[in-house]
């Protein structure tokens, strides 16, 4: 698919790196480069991906140590240049950790590791993300986290209801995140931290298909 | 060089439910404790320093407590300062 790469970050302890890789290049014939932490040189890539997983072991806080890499550092020019950040489970803990998206993921309510399937509903079409060109729909994605409460003040809600930066609400909130939130994008729309998987439903064999069109449109032209 | 040992308090902010701290709690009443009122978790991290007086130590604590020990979306913190 013409010749854009997406860089795929490696973190120590990132473990959905090879996933979402694999959905690019063999579901969706895109070119990936892994990106390692250490690396601040982003000039040949396109778009980023910032995969699931542990990254730093979670010390601390999800994502808190993440911030401080080299990588996450080079991101900020990235993201201002208008290219393609999608932060999927980890990679949004780390999104909101570095100050790309507000608010913060915290501790599931029931304290449980939620590892299942969930209905979402496609709120906002900002950043062109979602295939909701129609009316309102639903997607079904899998979930698997500990840590994935969505938390903000009521000033930070106010603001993202009001500006649509609220991209996908879980259908039966499983984990207590305000506002059902499961997903967000930042004021641009070029950035979109979410903590269901798409790259864990990119084919019929596992079970879905609902992912593939937020992979593909990191390389939205 | 002064060397000062500095112990930083990070809290969820009272407005963050605490899940852990609503299951400890719930076991310490099963313990048979009686009374508990509210139990809330947090962290305590210990930092030896060093720097020309308290003031610039200060400094650098309030820097390492903003930035990284805490998520002042969902935590506060404050920190005591003991001159070594």
């Known amino acids: 698919m013409e010749n854009l790469t997406v860089g795929v970050v490696v973190f120590p302890g990132s473990n959905c790196d090879r ?28 778009a980023i991906v910032l995969p699931g997983g542990f990254s730093y072991g979670d010390y601390l ?38 100050g790309f998206l507000p608010g913060a993921l915290v501790a599931n309510k029931n304290l449980n590791f939620i590892c ?41 809600l106010k ?32 950035v979109l931290g979410l903590m269901p998987h798409p790259e864990r439903a990119c084919d019929e064999m596992i079970g879905g298909t609902d992912g593939l069109y937020t992979l593909k449109s990191l390389i939205l032209k | 060089m002064d060397q000062f040992a500095v112990k930083v ?18 076991a310490s009443i099963k313990l048979g404790a009686e009374g508990i009122k509210s139990l809330r978790i947090g962290k305590m991290i210990e930092v030896k320093i060093e720097g020309n007086g308290e003031n610039e130590v200060r400094e650098k604590i309030d820097l390492l407590c903003d930035r990284l020990f805490a998520n002042t979306v969902i935590e506060d913190y404050d920190y005591s300062l003991e001159k070594l």
Not at chain 1, 173 to 188: M, Y
Request: charged fraction near 25%; aromatic fraction near 8%.
């Open chain 1, 19 to 46: 996933d979402v890789s694999w959905a690019l290049e063999g579901c969706l014939d895109i070119r990936t480069k892994y990106l390692w932490h250490e690396s601040s040189d982003l000039s040949d890539v396109d």
């Open chain 1, 61 to 98: 806080r999800c994502g808190a140590i993440a911030r401080f890499s080299p990588l996450i550092n080079a991101l900020d020019e990235f993201v201002k240049s208008g290219k393609r950040v999608l932060g999927i489970c980890n990679g949004f803990q780390i999104l909101t950790e570095s």
């Open chain 1, 116 to 156: 299942d399937d969930v209905e979402l509903d496609i709120v906002s079409s900002k950043g062109g993300w979602f295939n909701n060109v129609d009316e309102k729909q639903t997607i079904k994605l899998p979930i698997a986290h500990g840590e994935g409460r969505y938390h903000c003040d009521s000033d930070t």
């Open chain 1, 159 to 190: 603001k993202l209801v009001d500006n649509e930066l609220i991209a996908l609400r879980y259908k039966n909130n499983p984990n207590g995140s305000s506002f059902d939130i499961a997903g967000i994008t930042n004021e641009k729309g070029n």
């Open chain 2, 9 to 26: 308090f990070v809290r969820l902010r009272p407005s963050v439910l605490d899940p852990a701290g609503e299951a400890t709690k719930s």
